[in-house]
């Protein structure tokens, strides 16, 4: 199994960026994006989990800007990030588990299993 992050650079304030996430060698239940600055901790930035029916979930500060989606027949998720503000640079991190997990449960790093490399997003004022 492997996660391979893509899609960061470098844009201004305002501005927009549409990150990936392929997965190889499985349909994940749970997979999410999360992000780290320097100097502080793996921070959750959203989730899709499937239950029956997708199901997304946000940080507070993201929400309204940011858009978690996924398809199945590529095995890709998507992070499409509008009017970025300069705290929303960071590495993002694209990650899944096999694991239906509990709500509560999507925003911890310990929560999952398989972790992509990070895809740096630099935004300029």
């Known amino acids: 199994v492997q996660l391979q992050a893509f899609g960061g650079g470098l844009v201004q304030a305002g501005g927009s960026l549409t990150l990936s996430c392929a997965a190889s060698?499985?349909?994940?239940?749970?997979m999410a994006w999360f992000r780290q600055a320097p100097g502080k901790e793996r921070d959750f930035v959203a989730a899709?989990?499937?239950?029956?029916?997708?199901?997304?979930y946000y940080k507070d500060t993201v929400k309204g800007r940011f858009t978690i989606s996924r398809d199945n027949v590529k095995n890709l998720v998507y992070l499409q990030m509008n009017s970025l503000k300069a705290e929303d640079a960071a590495i993002y991190c694209c990650?899944?588990?096999?694991?239906?997990?509990?709500?509560?449960?999507?925003?911890?790093?310990?929560?999952?299993?398989?972790w992509g490399q990070g895809t740096q997003v630099t935004v300029s004022s």
């Open positions: 990650a899944a588990t096999q694991s239906r997990l509990i709500s509560s449960s999507l925003y911890g790093v310990g929560s999952y299993d398989y």
């Open positions: 899709t989990r499937w239950t029956g029916a997708l199901h997304q």
């Open positions: 060698g499985r349909l994940f239940n749970t």
